[in-house]
């Protein structure tokens, strides 16, 4: 057993922050975010105690942290009765690990708190220290002043020397730098002089500093040399000056990327391993005494270290590797590692979008194995019939030097075809392995893509006894498919599961969770209640029932709202009180197939939400919804795929046969299973999509290039999107994209299908003017005015396009938004003269290249009180608006949107420029010529 208690931590110590939240490796999120953990296991339950931290699943994480040779978690530990389980946990003998607390110090009652928890520290072990002294991590006030994290130190650092003396060393959040002082990726002389002061004043009041590495990005993209030779140089420079040097600390924070699928927030790409592996190449150049990582289990920013399924043991691996050398230790292979085959790791985007490059990315992490050797590594696409697409010139790797190499391409220059499945070959003096079966097979799309997570296949990991094989079969009247499978393993599968997309639609289990012959049907009720100010309400309460009619055999499942149980009373949900935030709810029922036909859903929840929904009428349009006041949402669906996760399936074989609605009339199903050392299997793809005949052509702005290029693509392959609000019956909307992008009608986005949960809080056009509009009185059904929520990206970020909208003013005098999707893609407002305007973001100059973000073209004047036909297009090389055919001046734009957010009709995100009238349709198509 790997000890960490030693009296002193050798200089290099790895951390990983963990958010106890999440139970720090216990989660059952199966449809909520892009990912989920490599190593869930439902099992565990039977071993919980009662405490936030499942103690099976502790014994896991640690283990992993172990194989990739981590001292110790990142954590805040703010209830000293512990009801997390995190100190019990922690110094359980078998499961130790060393902690390095976060400590709040910003006010008087922070500093009381902080103080009990240094005292209550001293009962446990197993605190991170460092020259005999235990460290603790000061986090600042959000946004605060250098002037206040400073005098918060001084003043807590007085309150320990009173009470204890010199035992603890305070490392505080350093931001050396100022929003912009790295904009163009290098110092002006006076940033510089800034930096430098700044860092030295917290020196002054500090033992050390932790310096949260997040400035340093160029397209998305980590640039070493930006870093090295601004934030490494100011480091290396005062930390050597005479008054600090050999006596203060450094921590350096980073993480491998950060996508946020709350919001769509795409700001620094994971860069296949790249982000991660090259921040640590400039850490190892400024000898840090602490890294700490963020974060171990946040998979919903895409920022995690804790093994997941489409990264596998990645990052494990990587980090094992670094703090190998930042101690200064022999390179060795991992524990169970089959050294005969070479330590690479072979990664790819899983969905990529026309205008952006297909990357594929080979890693080398040296272990001291292959010594002598040359690796010849070749990569070629094919498409789903084995037929060769492309293939690449053969590249060279020393496997005792860290480095990779890469394949590049153009997604524009595929997409003929929806599927790319890799086949990969590595070769050395003594022998050969290839890899085609079991790698993920990946998808190319058109317009629109909210999937930008990498797929990561160490090779040491990948399996090489599974065999599968999937068919699709015919569809029914109510377009679902029976989808037929078999699979075999020389080894016990944990799991078997098939994903649409990103979505997982079906989980094999000897003891289904959906009984036999039944649908399930999900109510989703969404709603955002966290304003800014006292005076805001932070939530509401629900008060009656959801209730099943007409049905016998429903199977209704309890839920949580605002912390309370929402009670099942036999074929009801009873609410009392429990309060709906921005969270929202979600409840489950099962309900026989053969009594969709005759049943109901009655829902009974005043003054809020009052209606009934027939489930044949679900049936058939998959979702309805209703909406309220203030933003909040109720959507009844039928839902297909399975709620959770069940039961590790322990067998070697299963053949297994499932229904399934397509999200899209393109879409993929992936076979994929899991052995019982969590080693990841993908079987080949399979389509509902079949090649029109037709092809679309439209402009394409080039992300690497700078380029606008005409590209080609079938018919079938071009999703467009059309919402005719003026005959909704419903406040849903099931958009051309796919139900995975429904939207709601006044109030936030509820997925009818796929892992999201809506915008987050700062996405939500009440965030700054929280309760200014409502939608729509209670019970009203059929709005044709007030706002909406769409998809994200239903304007495309790359392509040309218009977007077309009729709308019917009901009087000018003040900025009211048309459509709006943050102010990194297009908002369309009416001017406070009744012109039309358009923003369109630029991308390129968003991520730091000089002059304006933002292009502004406007357009003719609406007609009052009477139906306008509204054109917003671009073929990214100029912009134009229309209005009533009439087509402003055109402006020149040759760019792309960086991050588009929710997309919105009838207002605009953030700052809730409600339109004052009618709109009754709505449509986003590329520009196009059919041939």
Not at 587 to 599: F, I, N, R, S, T
Not at 812 to 821: C, K
Request: hydrophobic share 35%; with cysteine.
């Amino acid at each position: 057993m790997i000890s960490f208690f030693t009296p002193l931590l050798a200089s290099g110590a790895v951390f990983i922050q963990a958010q106890l939240k999440y139970g720090a490796q216990l989660s059952d999120y199966l449809h909520r975010w892009y990912e989920r953990p490599l190593h869930q296991n439902t099992a565990y339950q039977d071993f919980a105690d009662g405490k936030m931290l499942n103690p099976a699943a502790w014994e896991k994480m640690v283990e992993t942290l172990r194989f990739g040779k981590v001292d110790g978690l990142g954590v805040f530990t703010d209830r000293l009765r512990d009801e997390w389980g995190l100190l019990e946990r922690s110094s359980t003998p078998g499961s130790e690990t060393k902690l390095l607390v976060f400590l709040r110090v910003n006010s008087e009652a922070e500093i009381r708190k902080s103080l009990e928890i240094v005292e209550h520290s001293l009962k446990f072990p197993n605190w991170c220290t460092l020259d005999g002294k235990r460290v603790f991590l000061l986090h600042p006030p959000f946004k605060s002043s250098h002037e206040r994290a400073i005098a918060a130190a001084i003043e807590f650092r007085k309150h320990l020397l009173e009470r204890y003396g010199d035992k603890f060393i305070l490392m505080g959040h350093c931001p050396i730098f100022g929003k912009n002082d790295l904009r163009e990726g290098a110092l002006s002389p006076l940033a510089y002089r800034c930096a430098k002061e700044t860092l030295r004043n917290y020196l002054r009041a500090m033992d050390g500093i932790m310096y949260k590495s997040s400035t340093d990005c160029i397209e998305r993209r980590y640039v070493a040399e930006v870093f090295e030779s601004t934030v490494g140089k100011v480091i290396s420079e005062v930390f050597g000056e005479r008054e600090f040097k050999g006596r203060k600390y450094l921590c350096l924070h980073f993480n491998g990327g950060h996508m946020n699928s709350y919001r769509w927030q795409y700001n620094n790409d994971a860069n296949g391993t790249a982000t991660l592996c090259d921040r640590y190449e400039s850490a190892l150049k400024l000898s840090p005494d602490l890294v700490l990582h963020g974060e171990w289990d946040e998979e919903n920013e895409n920022t995690h270290f804790r093994p997941t399924v489409s990264r596998g043991n990645t990052y494990m691996r990587i980090v094992r590797h670094f703090a190998d050398r930042l101690a200064g230790r022999e390179l060795t292979p991992a524990p169970g590692d089959d050294v005969s085959v070479p330590n690479l790791i072979l990664s790819y985007r899983k969905a990529l979008v026309a205008g952006e490059p297909v990357e594929v990315e080979v890693r080398n992490l040296p272990d001291g194995t292959f010594k002598g050797e040359k690796l010849k590594v070749s990569f070629e696409w094919q498409d789903m019939n084995g037929r060769t697409l492309r293939s690449y010139a053969a590249k060279t790797l020393d496997p005792e030097v860290q480095s990779a190499v890469r394949f590049v391409d153009k997604a524009s220059s595929f997409l003929e075809h929806r599927v790319l499945v890799p086949r990969f070959r590595v070769e050395w003096s003594k022998g050969m392995r290839e890899y085609s079966k079991g790698l993920y097979p990946a998808g190319i799309r058109a317009l629109r893509n909210v999937d930008h997570v990498w797929v990561c296949h160490p090779l040491r990991d990948m399996p090489s006894d599974i065999s599968g094989s999937m068919e699709i079969g015919e569809c029914d009247a109510d377009g679902v498919y029976v989808v037929k499978g078999d699979i075999v393993s020389s080894r016990p599968l944990r799991s078997i599961e098939v994903l649409d997309d990103m979505d997982t639609v079906y989980m094999h289990s000897d003891v289904p969770a959906v009984p036999s012959g039944h649908e399930q049907i999900r109510v989703c009720i969404v709603g955002f209640y966290s304003g800014k100010r006292a005076e805001e309400k932070k939530w509401i309460s629900l008060k009656g029932n959801i209730r099943f009619r007409n049905v016998s055999g429903a199977v209704l499942k309890p839920a949580v709202a605002g912390r309370r149980r929402v009670g099942v009373d036999g074929d009801a949900w009873t609410f009392d009180g429990e309060y709906l935030n921005r969270f929202g709810i979600t409840l489950w029922a099962h309900v026989p197939v053969d009594q969709m036909k005759d049943g109901a859903v009655d829902i009974d929840l005043p003054p809020h939400f009052k209606g009934t929904v027939r489930l044949a009428y679900l049936v058939k349009k998959e979702v309805v919804g209703f909406n309220s006041v203030d933003s909040c949402g109720l959507s009844v669906m039928r839902y297909l795929p399975p709620a959770s996760i069940p039961r590790p399936l322990m067998s070697k074989k299963a053949s297994f046969s499932f229904r399934w609605k397509p999200l899209e009339k393109a879409s993929v199903l992936r076979l994929q299973a899991i052995d019982e050392d969590y080693r990841v299997w993908r079987g080949a793809a399979r389509t509902v999509y079949r090649p029109t005949g037709s092809s679309i052509v439209f402009s394409v702005f080039d992300r690497d290039s700078g380029k606008t290029e005409t590209v080609k693509a079938d018919a079938g392959l071009v999703e467009n999107v059309m919402c005719d609000i003026g005959s909704r019956t419903d406040s849903a909307l099931r958009l051309g994209t796919g139900r995975m992008l429904s939207g709601m009608v006044g109030a936030s986005v509820a997925f009818a299908q796929g892992f999201g949960m809506g915008p987050g809080n700062n996405d939500h056009p009440f965030r700054e003017n929280f309760g200014y509009y409502s939608a729509l009185p209670p019970g009203k059904r059929m709005p044709k005015t007030g706002w909406g929520s769409l998809s994200h990206q239903c304007v495309p970020g790359f392509a040309g396009f218009e977007l077309q909208m009729r709308v019917k003013p009901a009087g000018f005098g003040e900025v009211q938004g048309l459509y709006g999707s943050g102010n990194c893609g297009l908002d369309v407002v009416i001017e406070k003269d009744g012109s039309v305007s358009a923003t369109f973001a630029r991308g390129r100059s968003f991520l730091r290249e000089k002059g304006g973000i933002n292009v502004v073209v406007r357009g003719p004047t609406l007609k009052d009180g009477e139906w306008n036909d509204v054109r917003v297009a671009t073929d990214r090389r100029t912009a134009w608006v229309e209005v009533n055919g009439v087509r402003g001046n055109a402006v020149p734009y040759s760019d792309y949107f960086f991050n588009q957010r929710i997309g919105l009709f009838g207002a605009t995100l953030g700052k809730a420029n409600f339109f004052k009238g009618e709109i009754s349709f709505l449509s986003v198509k590329p520009l196009a010529g059919m041939k």
